[in-house]
């Protein structure tokens, strides 16, 4: 018979990473249907367009770029990672030997596995509307840029992990202790004013211009933060500790 | 009214139907998908999007071909010595490459009196005349020749229209083409909202560029020409 005493933390995260892995899988069909419902509704309307009018031409191009796919991946992850810190969720936890701490650990490495294969569903939905609208529009494609490049597949990645950090981070902070809880809800009302008051104060100008590796360093460093914070909330809340 | 309460209670009736069949089918569809079934699924759409992916990158042709920058800039540069020749009134730089129709006609006596019509946004081409040797007494040679346009590392020129030219009653009339709509999709593998904020220090020569197109009016040395607006330029 095993005891809490005899594992350690390692372990237990281990087995737990395997366990929620398959359990929360289904997430990860709500991400498809997601970005299949919103392919289908931006079929032919593309992330943008730009017109011309130059010697009597009047040109226009609809243009196809991942940013629909990557907003929707990070509403997803924002989401799903606060689901993950629901009761309804952390009911799962007691099927294998678990305490808030372990069961945080493993939810950060649930989120990044799948902020890694957000990426991969967020292309495949990429392709295949483009491969749609060859069909069935038939209209002629100009190919800028067809491959993800690395640099641009590890912005994906951490753009989408640090919305799940910081998803797992408020839904953790929620179930805190009671400062917690409060510091939380003054933070997301200073937010809010902030944000109504003079939205031109947040520019993240600065952060665009840097290269794509720079900007996912920085996402990842968030993230990291997030993720820490979450993991130390969790071990804060424990109900009992030995 | 009858129109506003069924826009108003079809959607609720369509809700209560779908809430009603996903209730019934709820037990069965928890059954059915399995964590191991829903990776298979997750496999199957990545493998897909792969093979679209392979589609576009292998057996995908594109009409159209985005020049790289230093070839934009090397054709930017070949095309500023053409503004040159024009200042010096030398026909030099109108050469075969550039020749995008030609229309002949005939006439009778010594001059040709030319009517050029302008329509909304006016001619986006110069009208030049010179005098051939080769060509014949009473006959007119007209060619128009169109220059790369560059929008957004395209090459457009294709897609210029051309100018209406016709001969009535012993005069030459030239109208400005009508507009040509054309519409494309372009793939870019990237994010747009990262990219618009970078490209905007780009130097906006390389996104967009055209130098205007000549019709060149080709007549016998002894031709008088009526130019009847003043639009037209003696060339060498």
């Known amino acids: 018979m095993h005891s809490l005493t005899n594992l350690s933390l390692k372990t237990i995260v281990k087995k737990q990473v395997k366990w929620k892995i398959k359990l929360y899988i289904s997430s990860l069909s709500s991400l498809i249907i997601l970005q299949s419902i919103f392919g289908f509704l931006f079929f032919s309307s593309g992330s943008g367009s730009s017109g011309y009018g130059q010697q009597n031409l009047d040109l226009n191009f609809t243009i196809y770029s991942l940013d629909m796919h990557l907003f929707l991946s990070v509403f997803w992850a924002f989401i799903s990672a606060i689901i993950f810190t629901t009761r309804a969720y952390r009911m799962d936890d007691l099927s294998v030997i678990s305490s808030r701490t372990s069961s945080t650990i493993a939810n950060t490495v649930i989120i990044m596995i799948y902020s890694l294969i957000a990426v991969f569903i967020m292309a495949s939905t990429f392709y295949l509307q483009l491969l749609a609208i060859s069909f069935l529009k038939n209209e002629p494609f100009i190919i800028d840029n067809l491959i993800f490049s690395p640099t641009l597949f590890m912005m994906c990645f951490s753009i989408i992990c640090l919305f799940g950090a910081i998803g797992l981070l408020f839904g953790n902070c929620f179930k805190g202790p009671v400062f917690i809880k409060s510091l939380t809800s003054f933070f997301v009302m200073f937010a809010v004013f902030i944000l109504i008051i003079s939205p031109d104060s947040i520019n993240l100008k600065g952060l665009i211009m840097l290269p794509n590796f720079m900007m996912s360093v920085c996402y990842l460093s968030v993230a990291a933060i997030s993720f820490s914070l979450a993991i130390w909330i969790a071990n804060k809340s424990e109900v009992s500790r030995t | ?236």
């Open chain 2, 1 to 236: 009214m009858t129109a506003i309460t069924a826009l108003l209670f079809i959607p609720f009736i369509l809700i209560l139907v779908i809430f009603i069949i996903l209730r019934k089918l709820s037990k069965n569809t928890k059954k059915f998908w399995t964590p191991k079934r829903i990776i298979i699924v997750i496999a199957g759409y990545i493998t897909l999007g792969f093979l679209a992916f392979l589609y576009f990158a292998f057996f995908y042709e594109s009409k159209l071909t985005v020049l790289a920058n230093s070839e934009i800039k090397q054709l930017e540069s070949e095309l500023k010595s053409l503004q040159r020749y024009d200042q010096e009134y030398n026909s030099s730089y109108l050469t075969k490459d550039y020749i995008k129709n030609t229309w002949e006609f005939k006439f009778e006596g010594d001059s040709l009196p030319v009517s050029i019509q302008e329509r909304g946004n006016g001619l986006n081409f110069d009208i030049r005349l010179r005098y051939n040797d080769d060509i014949e007494k009473g006959k007119a040679v007209i060619s128009y020749y169109q220059f790369p346009v560059i929008i957004d590392g395209l090459n457009m020129a294709d897609q210029i229209p051309l100018p209406i030219v016709y001969m009535t009653q012993e005069q030459l009339f030239i109208e400005p083409p009508l507009e040509n709509k054309v519409s494309y999709n372009r793939i870019k593998a990237s994010l747009g909202i990262v990219d618009f904020n970078r490209e905007v220090d780009l130097e906006p020569s390389i996104s967009l560029f055209h130098y205007s197109s000549v019709l060149l009016i080709d007549v016998a040395r002894n031709t008088e020409l009526e130019d009847l607006q003043g639009r037209v330029t003696y060339i060498r």
